[in-house]
């Protein structure tokens, strides 16, 4: 991924499987390539894949079967329908707001971990 946007990068990759979900690249219904395959396409890591499927499936485009694939559920609202500033204020509002749910999620994970050590 050589995209230089100032987004992070499993943001970037969420929107790009956006853009082929609404294009019809993935159709409703159909699967999205294994995790392996859209690390190599995208050439990032695995964690941010997972992220940006997470990031999906947060808003309700994809849902995943453990052991089997991730299904494409719905296609996305059309931000770009939009007038202009709108759209690319929309953007930045959602791109800030999944950032501080990751970050939030981290912050949770790493308190519950500090929790199951002091347990032990």
Known sequence: MTERSGSPKYLQVAGELRRAIRTGTYPVGST?????????SFDV???????????????GLVFG????AVYVAAEP???????GDLAQQVRELSANLNAAIHSL??????????????DR
């Not at 308190?111 to 002091?118: G, N, Y």
């Open 105 to 118: 999620n981290q912050r949770v994970a790493a308190l519950e971990e500090q929790l199951r050590m002091t």
């Open 45 to 59: 890591s695995t964690t941010v894949v997972r992220a940006a499927i997470r990031e999906l499936r947060d808003e």
């Open 32 to 40: 999205l390539p294994s995790t392996a395959q859209l690390t190599r």
């Open 77 to 83: 609202a059309d931000v770009d329908e939009l007038p």
């Open 65 to 68: 079967q453990p052991g089997k």
